[in-house]
């Protein structure tokens, strides 16, 4: 199977619950091996939640990737990744730079 073809595929916990789908996959040259798997979470959100996965997570791919461990031991593994759509900037700091300029 391609590494292409993983992308965008449904992610199901050890109850299979959908949890995300793969957004990204981390390889390891070295050892020409997948070093972990980036799940982007189901959460109804403005900013996107994503998780880390082992391969040790992984019990089964096929049409979906089957992880074995619950979506809660994700989230215990590693605290989710939040990208900010915006960046928070202080209005006295634009000022001050305004002014030296």
């Known amino acids: ?26 390889l390891d040259l070295k050892e020409n091996a997948i070093s972990k798997i980036i799940i982007n979470l ?19 791919i096929g049409d979906y990737l089957l992880l074995n461990v619950p979506k809660s031991e994700l989230l215990k593994e590693e605290e989710p990744v939040e990208v900010p759509d915006v960046e928070i900037v202080n209005p006295n700091e634009l000022e001050e730079k305004s002014k030296s300029n």
């Open 1 to 26: 199977m391609k590494v292409t073809e993983l992308i965008n595929k449904k992610v199901l916990d050890d109850n299979a619950n959908e949890i995300g789908k793969i957004q990204n996959i981390d």
């Open 42 to 60: 189901n959460e109804l959100s403005l900013r996107k939640t994503t998780v880390e996965a082992t391969i040790d997570m992984v019990s089964e």
